[in-house]
C-alpha cells in the first residue's frame, strides 16, 4: 500500500520550488499557490521520489513525463482558469496537472492515449478523492461528447492546432498548445473570439512529448 505523507521537508521543497517559479516569471498568485498546495511527491513513482520538487519533467511510465513545473504553471497561467471553468486536458498522465486546476476550481475533463496511464491514475486520484471526469482514448481530436469548453489545455507537443480543438470552445474560450516538430514546439494561446475569429499569441519554446492519434503525430 503506497503510503502519502507530506511532510516539512516535502513542504520546505514545495516552497523553494515556488520561489523558484516566481523568479522565472510566473506571476499569478492562485497557480503558485496550487502549486505551494499540491505534493507533487505523490505522482512520482517511489525510486524517483526524491526528484520531485526539481524544476525538471520525469519519467511516469509507458515512454512518458510528467511535465516540469515551470511548464504546468506557465500553461496553467495562459489558461487564466475562472473557479467553475469547464475545462478539457488532452494527456492526463499522472493527473498533476489535472488535479492543479481542479484546486484552481476548474470541471475538469481530461483524456489519456496509454492505457496503463489511464487506468493507473484513475485509481490513483480516486484514492486521493479528486473529483474530475478521466477518458482513455485519442484526444488529438478533443472529446466532442462534453463539448462545449471554457479552456482546452494540451500537454503533448503537436504537429498542427487540430480544427476540432477550435470547434469545441465556447466563444470567449482559450485554447492552450504546444506545436511545433518532435523536438521543439512554440506555445500557443489561441482565443476563439467568433465562430470566424481566433486572436494567436505565441510564447517561448518548450520541449514536450509528441501529441500521437489521428491529429497528432501517428
Ligand atoms: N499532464 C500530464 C501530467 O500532469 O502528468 C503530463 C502529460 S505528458 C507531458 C503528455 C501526455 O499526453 C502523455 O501521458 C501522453 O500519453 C499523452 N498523449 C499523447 N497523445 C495523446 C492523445 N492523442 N490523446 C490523449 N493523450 C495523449
Known amino acids: 500500500m503506497l503510503k ?7 513542504k520546505g521543497k514545495r516552497k523553494a520550488l515556488v520561489a523558484l517559479l516566481r523568479e522565472k516569471g510566473i506571476k499569478s498568485e492562485s497557480v503558485l499557490n496550487a502549486i505551494n498546495q499540491l505534493p507533487r511527491h505523490f505522482f512520482f513513482d517511489s525510486a524517483l521520489i526524491s526528484h520531485a ?33 469547464k475545462v478539457l486536458e488532452i ?4 493527473g498533476y496537472q489535472g488535479t492543479i486546476l481542479h484546486l484552481l ?9 496509454q492505457k ?17 471526469h478521466l477518458f482513455y482514448g485519442d484526444g488529438s481530436e478533443g472529446l466532442a461528447a462534453h463539448a462545449p469548453y471554457d479552456k482546452i489545455l494540451v500537454t503533448a507537443g503537436a504537429p498542427i492546432v487540430p480544427n476540432s480543438l477550435l470547434k469545441q470552445l465556447k466563444i470567449g474560450g482559450v485554447l492552450v498548445i504546444p506545436v511545433g516538430d518532435r523536438k521543439r514546439q512554440m506555445m500557443l494561446r489561441l482565443t476563439k473570439k467568433s465562430e470566424k475569429q481566433v486572436i494567436r499569441e505565441e510564447f517561448d519554446g518548450f520541449a514536450f512529448v509528441p501529441l500521437l492519434g489521428k491529429d497528432g503525430w501517428r
Do not use: C, W
Not at 502519502?4 to 516535502?10: A, G, M, N, R, V
Not at 494527456?91 to 499522472?94: E, M, Q, R, Y
Not at 476548474?106 to 489519456?112: G, K, L, P, S, W
Open 4 to 10: 502519502l505523507e507530506d511532510t516539512y521537508l516535502h
Open 53 to 85: 520538487y526539481e524544476d525538471k519533467a520525469f519519467p511516469i511510465g509507458e515512454g512518458q513525463t510528467i511535465s516540469q513545473p515551470y511548464t504546468v504553471a506557465f500553461q496553467t497561467e495562459l489558461l487564466n482558469i475562472k473557479p467553475g471553468d
Open 91 to 94: 494527456g492526463t498522465g499522472s
Open 105 to 113: 476550481g476548474a470541471e475538469v475533463f481530461t483524456i489519456e492515449y
Open 116 to 132: 496503463k496511464l489511464y487506468e493507473g491514475t484513475k485509481r490513483f486520484l480516486g484514492r486521493l478523492g479528486i473529483e474530475m
